[in-house]
Protein backbone atom coordinates (compact mmCIF):
# COMPACT_ATOMS: atom_id res chain seq x y z
CA UNK A 1 0.00 0.00 0.00
CA UNK A 2 1.39 3.84 -0.81
CA UNK A 3 1.75 5.51 1.74
CA UNK A 4 -0.63 9.06 2.49
CA UNK A 5 1.53 12.18 2.66
CA UNK A 6 1.56 11.47 6.78
CA UNK A 7 4.03 8.18 5.92
CA UNK A 8 1.19 6.27 7.36
CA UNK A 9 0.34 2.79 5.48
CA UNK A 10 -1.99 -0.05 6.01
CA UNK A 11 -0.22 -1.11 9.12
CA UNK A 12 0.36 2.29 10.34
CA UNK A 13 -3.42 2.96 10.50
CA UNK A 14 -4.16 0.26 12.57
CA UNK A 15 -6.74 -1.24 10.48
CA UNK A 16 -7.67 -4.22 13.04
CA UNK A 17 -8.73 -6.70 10.04
CA UNK A 18 -6.85 -5.88 7.26
CA UNK A 19 -7.48 -9.27 5.69
CA UNK A 20 -10.99 -8.28 5.15
CA UNK A 21 -9.68 -5.91 2.39
CA UNK A 22 -9.33 -6.87 -1.16
CA UNK A 23 -5.88 -7.03 -2.19
CA UNK A 24 -6.56 -4.89 -4.86
CA UNK A 25 -8.14 -1.49 -3.06
CA UNK A 26 -5.85 1.13 -2.24
CA UNK A 27 -6.74 3.96 0.32
CA UNK A 28 -5.45 7.62 0.08
CA UNK A 29 -6.24 10.89 1.96
CA UNK A 30 -7.68 13.06 0.02
CA UNK A 31 -5.11 15.63 0.54
CA UNK A 32 -2.85 12.79 -1.60
CA UNK A 33 -5.39 12.60 -4.27
CA UNK A 34 -7.12 16.05 -4.42
CA UNK A 35 -8.33 14.81 -7.99
CA UNK A 36 -9.77 11.75 -6.77
CA UNK A 37 -11.64 13.92 -4.06
CA UNK A 38 -12.96 16.10 -6.57
CA UNK A 39 -13.99 13.52 -8.92
CA UNK A 40 -15.53 11.73 -5.70
CA UNK A 41 -18.10 14.80 -5.06
CA UNK A 42 -19.62 14.91 -8.65
CA UNK A 43 -23.14 13.04 -9.43
CA UNK A 44 -23.13 9.89 -10.09
CA UNK A 45 -19.62 8.41 -8.10
CA UNK A 46 -21.95 7.78 -4.91
CA UNK A 47 -25.55 7.25 -6.26
CA UNK A 48 -28.37 6.73 -3.86
CA UNK A 49 -26.45 6.34 -1.01
CA UNK A 50 -28.63 9.28 0.45
CA UNK A 51 -32.07 10.15 -0.22
CA UNK A 52 -32.29 13.49 -2.30
CA UNK A 53 -33.56 15.43 1.11
CA UNK A 54 -30.44 14.40 3.16
CA UNK A 55 -28.48 16.99 0.16
CA UNK A 56 -30.65 19.71 2.01
CA UNK A 57 -29.55 20.08 5.29
CA UNK A 58 -30.13 23.47 7.31
CA UNK A 59 -26.96 23.42 8.33
CA UNK A 60 -24.68 20.21 6.96
CA UNK A 61 -23.58 22.23 3.72
CA UNK A 62 -21.63 24.65 5.95
CA UNK A 63 -19.51 21.80 7.43
CA UNK A 64 -19.58 19.11 4.41
CA UNK A 65 -18.35 22.11 2.45
CA UNK A 66 -15.30 22.23 5.27
CA UNK A 67 -14.01 18.84 4.45
CA UNK A 68 -11.83 20.16 1.64
CA UNK A 69 -9.26 21.47 1.87
CA UNK A 70 -9.50 22.60 5.73
CA UNK A 71 -9.73 18.38 6.89
CA UNK A 72 -8.58 16.80 4.07
CA UNK A 73 -6.12 14.50 6.05
CA UNK A 74 -9.04 12.96 7.75
CA UNK A 75 -11.13 12.38 4.79
CA UNK A 76 -10.06 8.61 3.09
CA UNK A 77 -10.33 7.56 -0.53
CA UNK A 78 -10.90 3.74 -1.43
CA UNK A 79 -9.61 3.52 -4.84
CA UNK A 80 -9.79 0.30 -7.01
CA UNK A 81 -5.95 -0.16 -8.22
CA UNK A 82 -7.23 -2.55 -11.45
CA UNK A 83 -8.85 0.02 -12.60
CA UNK A 84 -8.43 3.31 -10.53
CA UNK A 85 -11.97 3.66 -10.05
CA UNK A 86 -13.43 4.78 -6.58
CA UNK A 87 -15.16 2.39 -4.79
CA UNK A 88 -15.81 3.66 -1.68
CA UNK A 89 -15.28 7.44 0.72
CA UNK A 90 -14.92 8.36 4.29
CA UNK A 91 -15.61 11.88 5.45
CA UNK A 92 -14.89 12.51 9.01
CA UNK A 93 -14.49 15.73 11.31
CA UNK A 94 -11.97 16.46 14.14
CA UNK A 95 -13.57 17.88 17.14
CA UNK A 96 -13.05 19.04 20.42
CA UNK A 97 -14.89 16.51 23.05
CA UNK A 98 -14.29 15.96 26.52
CA UNK A 99 -15.11 12.48 26.52
CA UNK A 100 -18.68 12.91 28.71
CA UNK A 101 -22.17 12.31 27.85
CA UNK A 102 -22.99 16.12 28.84
CA UNK A 103 -20.67 17.46 26.29
CA UNK A 104 -21.38 14.71 23.57
CA UNK A 105 -23.00 16.81 21.12
CA UNK A 106 -26.25 16.66 19.79
CA UNK A 107 -26.22 14.99 16.75
CA UNK A 108 -24.23 15.25 13.39
CA UNK A 109 -25.58 18.82 12.55
CA UNK A 110 -23.78 19.74 16.53
CA UNK A 111 -21.19 17.68 15.96
CA UNK A 112 -20.11 19.35 12.64
CA UNK A 113 -20.70 22.89 13.82
CA UNK A 114 -18.76 22.50 16.43
CA UNK A 115 -15.63 20.91 14.23
CA UNK A 116 -15.68 24.28 11.86
CA UNK A 117 -16.27 26.71 15.03
CA UNK A 118 -14.03 25.77 17.31
CA UNK A 119 -13.27 27.30 20.96
CA UNK A 120 -10.21 24.82 21.81
CA UNK A 121 -8.30 22.17 19.91
CA UNK A 122 -9.78 19.03 18.92
CA UNK A 123 -9.44 15.88 20.78
CA UNK A 124 -12.06 13.67 18.90
CA UNK A 125 -12.94 12.30 15.48
CA UNK A 126 -16.10 11.61 14.57
CA UNK A 127 -17.75 9.90 11.45
CA UNK A 128 -19.60 11.39 9.13
CA UNK A 129 -20.44 9.30 5.94
CA UNK A 130 -19.27 6.21 4.66
CA UNK A 131 -19.96 5.53 1.15
CA UNK A 132 -19.87 2.72 -1.47
CA UNK A 133 -20.15 2.76 -4.42
CA UNK A 134 -22.88 0.53 -6.23
CA UNK A 135 -20.77 -1.83 -7.92
CA UNK A 136 -18.66 -2.79 -4.85
CA UNK A 137 -21.18 -3.36 -2.31
CA UNK A 138 -21.89 -6.11 -0.97
CA UNK A 139 -18.02 -7.31 -0.34
CA UNK A 140 -17.39 -6.00 3.16
CA UNK A 141 -15.90 -2.66 1.87
CA UNK A 142 -18.42 -0.81 4.60
CA UNK A 143 -16.76 -2.47 7.65
CA UNK A 144 -12.75 -1.92 6.04
CA UNK A 145 -14.05 2.06 5.82
CA UNK A 146 -14.85 1.90 9.58
CA UNK A 147 -11.59 0.49 10.49
CA UNK A 148 -9.67 3.09 8.49
CA UNK A 149 -11.67 6.14 9.89
CA UNK A 150 -10.53 4.37 13.05
CA UNK A 151 -7.01 4.14 12.26
CA UNK A 152 -6.75 7.79 11.06
CA UNK A 153 -8.27 8.87 14.18
CA UNK A 154 -5.56 6.91 16.28
CA UNK A 155 -2.57 7.97 13.77
CA UNK A 156 -3.83 11.61 14.87
CA UNK A 157 -4.17 11.77 18.43
CA UNK A 158 -7.79 11.94 18.35
CA UNK A 159 -9.65 9.32 20.43
CA UNK A 160 -12.17 7.74 20.33
CA UNK A 161 -13.82 8.03 16.95
CA UNK A 162 -17.44 8.87 17.23
CA UNK A 163 -20.31 8.20 14.77
CA UNK A 164 -23.68 9.63 14.68
CA UNK A 165 -25.27 6.63 13.00
CA UNK A 166 -28.23 7.14 10.42
CA UNK A 167 -29.71 3.55 10.81
CA UNK A 168 -30.21 1.73 7.60
CA UNK A 169 -33.10 0.00 7.93
CA UNK A 170 -35.35 3.10 10.10
CA UNK A 171 -37.30 4.67 7.20
CA UNK A 172 -39.02 1.05 7.36
CA UNK A 173 -40.30 1.95 10.61
CA UNK A 174 -40.53 5.70 10.74
CA UNK A 175 -43.48 5.90 13.44
CA UNK A 176 -40.68 3.90 16.03
CA UNK A 177 -39.10 6.03 17.95
CA UNK A 178 -35.18 6.28 17.66
CA UNK A 179 -34.28 4.69 21.07
CA UNK A 180 -37.09 2.18 20.73
CA UNK A 181 -35.75 0.99 17.37
CA UNK A 182 -32.02 1.18 18.31
CA UNK A 183 -32.66 -1.53 21.16
CA UNK A 184 -34.33 -3.83 19.06
CA UNK A 185 -31.71 -6.86 18.41
CA UNK A 186 -31.60 -10.51 16.73
CA UNK A 187 -31.40 -14.00 18.29
CA UNK A 188 -27.77 -14.00 18.33
CA UNK A 189 -27.73 -10.48 20.37
CA UNK A 190 -26.61 -8.18 17.96
CA UNK A 191 -28.38 -4.87 16.58
CA UNK A 192 -31.55 -5.78 14.46
CA UNK A 193 -30.31 -2.55 11.82
CA UNK A 194 -27.62 -3.70 9.46
CA UNK A 195 -25.20 -0.74 10.14
CA UNK A 196 -25.50 -0.88 13.78
CA UNK A 197 -24.52 -4.78 13.61
CA UNK A 198 -21.82 -3.30 11.51
CA UNK A 199 -20.68 -1.02 14.00
CA UNK A 200 -21.17 -3.73 16.91
CA UNK A 201 -18.73 -6.13 15.02
CA UNK A 202 -16.09 -4.05 15.00
CA UNK A 203 -16.62 -2.89 18.92
CA UNK A 204 -18.59 0.27 19.02
CA UNK A 205 -21.10 0.50 21.75
CA UNK A 206 -24.15 3.10 21.49
CA UNK A 207 -23.75 6.02 23.94
CA UNK A 208 -27.24 7.36 23.09
CA UNK A 209 -29.80 8.44 20.47
CA UNK A 210 -30.25 11.55 18.86
CA UNK A 211 -34.00 11.93 18.15
CA UNK A 212 -32.68 15.29 16.59
CA UNK A 213 -29.54 15.51 14.50
CA UNK A 214 -29.91 17.13 11.03
CA UNK A 215 -32.56 19.55 10.17
CA UNK A 216 -34.12 19.70 7.00
CA UNK A 217 -36.49 22.97 6.82
CA UNK A 218 -37.72 23.40 2.94
CA UNK A 219 -40.70 24.84 0.72
CA UNK A 220 -43.68 22.12 0.37
CA UNK A 221 -43.07 22.51 -3.31
CA UNK A 222 -39.77 21.30 -2.84
CA UNK A 223 -40.19 18.60 -0.35
CA UNK A 224 -42.66 17.05 -3.35
CA UNK A 225 -39.97 17.26 -5.39
CA UNK A 226 -37.81 15.08 -3.26
CA UNK A 227 -40.37 12.99 -2.26
CA UNK A 228 -42.57 12.56 -5.26
CA UNK A 229 -45.56 12.70 -3.18
CA UNK A 230 -48.10 15.45 -2.63
CA UNK A 231 -49.02 17.18 0.60
CA UNK A 232 -52.66 18.59 0.13
CA UNK A 233 -53.14 19.82 3.79
CA UNK A 234 -50.81 20.78 6.77
CA UNK A 235 -49.92 17.70 9.14
CA UNK A 236 -46.90 14.96 9.56
CA UNK A 237 -46.76 12.65 6.58
CA UNK A 238 -44.39 9.33 6.38
CA UNK A 239 -42.36 9.59 3.19
CA UNK A 240 -40.25 7.62 0.89
CA UNK A 241 -36.56 7.23 2.55
CA UNK A 242 -37.33 9.33 5.87
CA UNK A 243 -36.50 8.08 9.16
CA UNK A 244 -38.92 10.23 10.84
CA UNK A 245 -42.45 12.19 10.10
CA UNK A 246 -42.30 15.48 7.93
CA UNK A 247 -44.07 18.21 9.39
CA UNK A 248 -45.86 20.12 7.26
CA UNK A 249 -47.00 23.92 7.90
CA UNK A 250 -47.80 27.02 6.69
CA UNK A 251 -46.11 26.12 3.13
CA UNK A 252 -42.83 25.34 4.45
CA UNK A 253 -41.80 21.40 5.24
CA UNK A 254 -39.73 20.60 8.40
CA UNK A 255 -38.41 17.24 9.34
CA UNK A 256 -35.68 16.62 11.98
CA UNK A 257 -33.43 13.50 11.08
CA UNK A 258 -32.36 11.57 13.88
CA UNK A 259 -28.78 9.19 14.58
CA UNK A 260 -27.66 6.78 17.21
CA UNK A 261 -24.16 7.86 18.82
CA UNK A 262 -21.88 5.26 18.26
CA UNK A 263 -18.14 4.93 19.91
CA UNK A 264 -15.50 2.97 18.98
CA UNK A 265 -12.47 3.27 21.74
CA UNK A 266 -8.96 3.23 19.83
Known sequence: MRPTPHGLEWQHWR???????????????????????????????FPDVWPEYNHHGDNAGAYFGELY??????QALFVDGRSGALAARARTVPFEWDG????LPHG???????AISPVGA????????????????????????LQVMAAIAASTG??????PVRPSWKDRY?????????????????????????HARLGGRVLRCEP??????????DWEAWTGMTFPEDGDYVFPGGLALLNISGGSGSYWEPNVWVQHDI
Open 122 to 145: PTALSALAAEVAPSYRGLGLSGVV
Open 15 to 45: VRAPERAPAWLEVFSAEERPQSWELAQTEGT
Open 69 to 74: PRFARY
Open 174 to 198: PLVPIERYAAWVRQDGLPFDPWLRV
Open 158 to 163: LSPLVA
Open 212 to 221: RSMQVTASVR
Open 108 to 114: IDAVGMR
Open 100 to 103: TLDD
